[in-house]
């Protein structure tokens, strides 16, 4: 194993603009763990390309590594749980926020946030799913867990992007009836390969519900958008309905009132793939590999290297991205 590796890494210039490069880094520089890990897969999330543009929110000091997902073998360990050779993934916990992350050919971590891939799920599969795919699992087991009618209409927003578009296809997958909410209407064949039944458009939607109670259409959600979008999709639920919530991308203020809650026994669940436990993990996982096994992830995703990293960043942050972004190192 040679010492030297190759990594994304963006770093604070002295006029205080954020810069990324890929550079050559050596195992010494990572920081202390159990487990080192040679990356074969990591994949592109929105939080990537905020630490990537200096958000402090994201990631305190710089220089640093991004990639908040990471897939690949095990080099060393002293966990007896995951020895030399196994297959394994991390994503989420501190892992490419303020711990070196996963654009880097070596990552080196707590084995507390270390899950084996299951044997029916390749790394590189497991990577196209990556954070965006155990979210929209972690939801989808919400919806599940619930009593819903057989055939439920299930309504998922910001349905183009990583865990939208995963959403759709499971949801559909399980035999729901998956409408999808863009506000990309050139993307609707996509929409419909990935199983949506319906499609409408996000100004549309919005302006076809009413608060605090529009008509009840929705059996679940999963929403990504917040703002006005989950106030819609609030008023828009059936008795006994179950709202999915596990981002913000258009606001992280919303209204609503008790009426959907008390009237019609409505549900707003949080759903956090980033401090989840082991244990959820390992089930979203299982679940990826058997039972929820996804025949369509090549259509979500598109392959690139490290040095493509620096464009495909720019084109999340400014919402043009499409799918899932593989990251192949």
Known sequence: MSSNFKALRTIETSNGTFESEIC??????????????????????????????GNKGVTKNYPHTPG????GIVEESSDKNFPVGTSVV??????????SGGFSEYIRVPSQWVVNCPDNLS?????????????????????????LPEKSNIIVSGATGGVGSIGVHLLSSLNANVTAITSKTDE?????????TSIIEKNEFRNS?????????YDAAIDV?????LSSIISSMRYNGIITICGNVSNHKFQTSVFPFILRANSLIGIDSANCSIEKRKVIWNKFASEWKLNKLDLISKTVSLNDLPHEIQKIINGKQIGRVLVKL
Not at 26 to 42: F, H, M, Q, W
Not at 68 to 71: E, G, L, N, S
């Open 209 to 217: 519900t009413k608060a605090p109670l529009s008509r009840g259409m």
């Open 188 to 196: 609707i064949e996509y929409l419909k390969k990935l199983g949506a």
């Open 225 to 229: 958008v917040g703002g006005n979008i």
């Open 24 to 53: 050559e880094r050596n195992i010494d520089d990572l920081p202390n763990g159990d487990v080192l890990i040679r990356v074969e897969y990591s994949s592109l999330n929105y939080k990537d390309a905020l630490s990537a543009n």
């Open 90 to 99: 991390v994503t989420g916990f501190d892992l490419g926020m303020n711990t």
């Open 123 to 147: 790394t590189k599969k497991a990577m196209v799913l990556g954070t965006a795919g155990l979210t929209a699992g972690l939801c989808t087991l919400s919806i599940l867990n619930k009593v």
């Open 68 to 71: 908040i997902d990471a897939a």
